[in-house]
């Protein structure tokens, strides 16, 4: 199962918006909801902030937000603050009945 | 508030064996599908194995199948990796992690470091 697909690295200003987008095949992202985002910050271990696509679990800032069209998913940050500044991983339910996550996405917020 | 915490990390030669742990807490374990998910150091996130609520079903990534087993007890409310035959590329911070609707509430991790 190869990894899904997420750009290297995103950038953005204090206040601007952003979207990370997640690649994968028909095997995972567009033959499931099971769509899940996390936020890692250096050294500590990784948070929920999306799960089912679009949901977000209680306490994440309604600045979050995840949708999905076809083989991509895409996690939307708006309002950038810099404690957004983080690794984020997309991951993805398969038809192996495995879970395969995305190679990370830096953000920096400039 | 869901608690996972993980023991049993530390250095190991390869070819060694390792058995890591993960007690839970503030959920209920005997409902929950339970996942192990890797971070080599500097790297991504990497799915390991899972295990369904009663034991049953289990699952593994093709890069441990036959070498590592998953397994819990839920009189004890314990989740546990089995690492046998272990290689250099499973050194990695080990992380036990819980899945409901497809997201996973994470432990803090377990660092397993496999050197001669």
């Known amino acids: 199962q190869s990894a899904l697909t997420q750009p290297a690295s995103v950038s953005g200003s204090p206040g601007q918006s952003i979207t990370i987008s997640c690649t994968g095949t028909?095997?995972?992202?567009?033959?499931?909801?099971?769509v899940s985002w996390y936020q890692q910050h250096p050294g500590k271990a990784p948070k929920l902030m999306i799960y089912e696509v679009s949901n977000r679990p209680s306490g994440v800032s309604n600045r979050f937000s995840g949708s999905k069209s076809g083989n991509t998913a895409s996690l939307a940050i708006s309002g950038l603050q810099a404690e957004d500044e983080a690794d984020y991983y997309c991951?993805?339910?398969?038809?192996?009945?495995?879970?395969?996550f995305g190679g990370g996405t830096k953000l920096t917020v400039l | 508030e869901v608690q996972l915490v993980e023991s049993g990390g530390g250095l190991v030669q390869p070819g060694g064996s390792l058995r890591l742990s993960c007690a839970a807490s503030?959920?209920?374990?005997?409902?929950?599908?339970m996942y192990w998910v890797r971070q080599a150091p500097g790297k991504g996130l990497v799915w390991v194995s899972r295990i369904s609520p009663d034991g049953s079903t289990t699952t593994y990534a093709d890069s441990v199948k036959g070498r590592f087993t998953i397994s819990r007890d839920n009189t004890k409310n314990t989740l546990y990796l089995q690492m046998n035959s272990l290689r250099a590329e499973d050194s990695a911070v080990y992380y036990c992690t819980r899945s409901q609707r497809g997201g996973l509430d994470w432990g803090q991790g377990t660092m397993v470091t496999v050197s001669s």
């Open positions: 991951s993805s339910f398969t038809s192996s009945s495995t879970v395969v």
């Open positions: 503030g959920l209920i374990f005997s409902s929950s599908w």
């Open positions: 028909s095997s995972d992202i567009s033959a499931y909801n099971y």
